[in-house]
């Protein structure tokens, strides 16, 4: 048996995309870990009607559980809590308890804002405390407190209510999964399992074609895994998921991917590039050159916790007259081949390593555009070099579709794999 | 009247949140400029039962158009133009046409992946060329073509079905608006203005009271103008939408909020404060100094086409050596006070100015955790200097709350305001 659910974001600022809902995704994988399948994702804006449309609309669709986000705010848009009483038939009341618990949360908060009037404070939180009868309340972990509110009838959803911020909604995750309320309704989730594949160096549609092999193969038990492929920054992603009697069905599909794919097969444990990178470079110390990506690959590897035992620093040497200055790049030499050329790469990598007396280098230089590109050397051409102090070394440049953004961002996956490769003492394949 | 909209937004990967949709935001504010509201996004997995569900939700809720991203590539588990022909009654045919002009596309991106077997590529790519009969056909901007399938009967909606690379669609759009088949849908629709103000510094409950003081000034005509807040990226945004007959009462309420926020308010014509401190680079050159930010800094500044007018480089000196060597910045310092000091702060903008020969710097240094963190200066703590080369200085410090990616990002957002303020020789108010 298998128990659906659904989520319902709201806001107009994620409608219209002024803010990326990262919450959607976030309770759908939560979900998925309890065994509960996400059906639907469903985005509105603050128009009270569209939000109960989509409540209605999960609920023909038979799904066990909806999770809201979103819409619990002090500003008279925040309107979640009153649409989902409506929804499951309850009154709304004010919760003293509740009340008290705010006031408390709002008084050292008020004092980083001493300029503020605290009743209009209270008076925009007061309403944070009117909560549906009969529901469990969740403790806020901002200003707004969330809620479980349990269906008035058999056959209809249990909707969790919680918070748009997506720190908030994090924290009190845990207590919305424990309540009486969550766990009967989602009581008969099946097991599942799971395993991501990742790959890079191929088109998607070369995983096509090894899916189609395996199908052949394996014949109508392949549809028992189900399987779903993307290109992610440069990247194939392939996802399956099966009950525990497909189990040997699974192995089989992963084995014959493993054979047609073992020069890129770099993942099957579900580690990200920059987790293999990031653990390969325990004990090194990493220097970095950037030109096109401008801080990108210094961003990308130092946004993990703990970077600072392994990154030395990054040199962002956007001009020409940085690339000499700051790392020692020949002039001579930028003037014959360019800034953008294979010799500049390794020359920014050299001037890094001795800079920052690191022991491992990457360096990025390339054509990120819109302007700057010639015919020899277009737009979305990039020269990378990652090189070790005892001179190891693995160079490549090509040319990447895409534009700005997209250029910049792949420049950086490519260099997270030459740097894998390179610290593996693996040639580089492409 | 008023012509409504919904978007379907498909893909495993999308709905379990490995990749995230750009395309129902970037598509709904296409809409909103042809005056047509968008009322839903709904995003589901390959299942084609589901999608089915959605395109009868939105049909239910009485839009005149739907929009759909994804599920056009040439894996099994594509199905979107078939589900989309069985929801408007059509029936699928092979187009020969569009299956040449797919094999044309596909002839020069096969001579990159030498090793593919040729007939395996177009075998996965000829059921690209089986649409619905009746429908506009868009020419592919990929290898995927789409297409602009009418309803069988009045009062059903147009459907647009657009491949899910943001790339493709958004070079297919245009020629999807000016189908005859999208202009009838959309006909009747009505003019709306909008305008967004930013502000920076106050909490979002500030602008809930503001709102509040212009509903009491203004009375009932202050619902004829929809307003939406939201705080990103440690900004509070306010975006308004109206009819022309509501123009005066919208213009009441922005002199409302600019009288109420005069010092924080710091956007009324939709810039981005980077879109600022980029104007006011013009002509200047900029060294950056970051240690937190780890790069993110430089590449926020960086990641604007002509950046390389006005950004000389960034130094990322991550370890203290590097702050000493790369920047040179006094070990006793160092000592004394912290590399998260800011003292430190000003050594290191100091530092930028002269290796990058610079005439402006900023330079950031904290403790983005979670790791790192002492009684005095806890996880959050950061500090910022911007300094001219003329020394006009502005400096800060103060602790921020949230987790490491959210540390490190608003801090690049408060160094930009920083530097938007001594760039136009303002005081820092908060």
Partial sequence: ????????VTG????????????????????????VDLAHITICGDRPEDMEAQLRFLAGEGVEVIVTSGGLG???????????????????????????????????LMKRWPDLDPEAVLAANRKQAILPEGASVL??????????????????????????????????????????????????????????LRIFGIPESEIAETLRLAE?????????????????????????????AAQATWDRIAEIVGERHARTLFSTDGSLVDDQVAEL??????????????????????DRPGASAYVAGAIVA?????????????????ERHGAVSPEAAEAMADGALERLAADTALAITGIAGPGGGTEEKPVGYVCWCAKRSDGALLARSMTMPGNRTEIRDRSTTFGMHLLRRLLRGEEFPL
Avoid at 1 to 8: E, F, K, T
Avoid at 318 to 334: S, T
């Fill in 12 to 35: 107009t600022e994620v409608l219209t995309g002024r803010v990326r809902d990262r919450n959607g995704p976030w309770v759908g994988e939560q979900l998925s870990e309890l065994g």
């Fill in 139 to 196: 403790d806020p972990a901002g200003t707004a407190p969330g809620a479980v509110v349990p269906p008035q009838s058999d056959g209809k959803p249990t909707v969790v209510v919680l918070p748009g911020p997506p720190r908030e909604l994090h924290q009190m995750w845990p207590a919305a999964v424990a309540t009486a309320e969550f766990q009967r309704a989602i009581a008969g989730a099946g097991e599942y399992r799971g395993q991501m």
């Fill in 1 to 8: 048996m298998s128990v659906r659910a659904g989520i319902v």
């Fill in 216 to 244: 052949d193969e394996l014949g109508p038990p392949f549809a028992e895994v189900e399987i779903t492929t993307c290109l992610r920054r440069g990247e194939v992603e392939l996802v399956a998921r099966w009950q525990p």
């Fill in 281 to 302: 470079l325990t004990g090194r110390s990493l220097a970095l050159a950037e030109s096109c990506t401008g801080g990108l690959m210094a961003a990308r590897l130092i």
């Fill in 74 to 108: 002090p500003t008279a848009d925040d309107l979640t809590m009153a649409v989902v009483a409506r929804f499951c038939g309850r009154e709304m009341r004010l919760d003293a308890a509740v009340e008290a618990r705010i006031a408390a949360i709002l008084e050292p």
């Fill in 318 to 334: 956007y001009a020409d007259a940085a690339k000499r200055e700051l790392l020692g790049v020949d002039g001579a030499l930028l």
